[in-house]
C-alpha cells in the first residue's frame, strides 16, 4: 500500500542537491507523499521549487522555533503569500521550544500565534514542533482555536496523560523512527495510547536517523556524517506496526486514511 510521510525536510543542504535520486528511491519503497517542512524565509522557495517539480512533494511553509528572530520584517506577508499561491500548502514547521541551549524563548509564542492564526483562517494543517513546553502549547491552542481540518504534533514526545486533550482540540500525533531506539522506550508506550484514527508516521529526514538493523536505506552527508533517508519510512511503518501489534496491511491503510483527512 502506499505510504505518506508526514514530516521531512527533503529541502535540506545536507542532501546535496540529491533530491531528485532520494525521491526516485523513496518512491521505489512505496512512499507515494510526503509533507516537506519549510523552516524559515531562507528555505521556503527551495521547498516551492521541489512541490512544483515533483507532485509526491506537498509544500509546507514555516518559521521554526529556532530561527524565530532571523525573519524579515515581512516574513508573514511573505508566508500569506506562498500558502495563497499553494491552495494545498500546509503550515509548518512551527512551534514552541524550551529546550535547545542559547534559545531565546522570548518572542516565540508571537511568531507561533501568527503563524498558528493563519493557519486556522485559511484552514490549512499545521505541523507543530514542541519540546519542554508541553502545557503553554495546550493553553495557546485551547485560547486560539486552530484550523477544522486539524494539526499534527511532529514527533509527539508529551505526556500519555495529555493525548486525549490535544486530540479534543485536533491532535494528529506523528510517529519517528528514531523512537524505535531501544532508550525511547517511553515515547513508544505512550504511541501505544495514541487513537488509531489520530496516527500518523514521519522520518524528518535527514533527521531521526533509525537504529542501525532498521536502516534500510544508510545515507550520509558531504562530510560524512549520517543522515536520515525519506525512503526509510517504510521501516517507520513497519515498527509502528510491531509496536501497536497490527499487521502491518492494516496499519498503512489507517495511516492513509489519517494523512488524507488532514492533509487532503
Known amino acids: 500500500m ?3 510521510d508526514a514530516h521531512n525536510h527533503l529541502q535540506d543542504d545536507r542532501f546535496a542537491g540529491a533530491q531528485a535520486t532520494l525521491l526516485a528511491e523513496a518512491a521505489s519503497a512505496g512512499v507515494a507523499r510526503m509533507v516537506v517542512n519549510g523552516c524559515g524565509e531562507a528555505d521556503w522557495p ?15 511553509y514555516g518559521v521554526h522555533p529556532w530561527y524565530h528572530t532571523e525573519q524579515s520584517p515581512r516574513w508573514l506577508e511573505t508566508l500569506e503569500h506562498l500558502l495563497h499561491a499553494d491552495p494545498h500548502a500546509a503550515v509548518g514547521e512551527i512551534g514552541l521550544d524550551r529546550w535547545k541551549e542559547d534559545l531565546p524563548y522570548a518572542g516565540q509564542e508571537e511568531v507561533f500565534l501568527a503563524q498558528w492564526n493563519l493557519a486556522a483562517r485559511l484552514n490549512r494543517p499545521a505541523s507543530i514542533h514542541c519540546l519542554k513546553a508541553w502545557g503553554r502549547l495546550q493553553e495557546l491552542l485551547r485560547a486560539h482555536p486552530g484550523p477544522d481540518r486539524g494539526f499534527v504534533l511532529h514527533s509527539y514526545g508529551g505526556p500519555a496523560e495529555m493525548i486525549r486533550s490535544f486530540t479534543d482540540l485536533g491532535a494528529y500525533f506523528s510517529f519517528p523512527g528514531y523512537y524505535l531506539h531501544p532508550r525511547k522506550e517511553r515515547q513508544r508506550d505512550t504511541f501505544r495510547l495514541v487513537p488509531r484514527d489520530r496516527l500518523l508516521a514521519e522520518t524528518d529526514a535527514p533527521d531521526q536517523g533509525l537504529p542501525d538493523e532498521r536502516n534500510t536505506h544508510p545515507l550520509r552527508d558531504p562530510a ?9 519510512l517504510a521501516a517507520v511503518y513497519a515498527g509502528l506496526a510491531r509496536l501497536r501489534q497490527e499487521a502491518p496491511e ?7 486514511e489519517n494523512f488524507q483527512r488532514v492533509f487532503g
Do not use: K, W
Not at 521547498?47 to 506537498?58: G, H, M, S
Not at 560524512?224 to 526509510?232: D, F, V
Not at 492494516?250 to 492513509?256: H, S
Open 46 to 60: 527551495d521547498v516551492a521549487r521541489l512541490a512544483r517539480a515533483y507532485p509526491a512533494v506537498l509544500p509546507s
Open 224 to 232: 560524512g556524517h549520517p543522515i536520515n533517508h525519506p525512503a526509510n
Open 2 to 4: 502506499p505510504l505518506y
Open 250 to 256: 492494516r496499519m498503512a491503510e489507517a495511516l492513509a
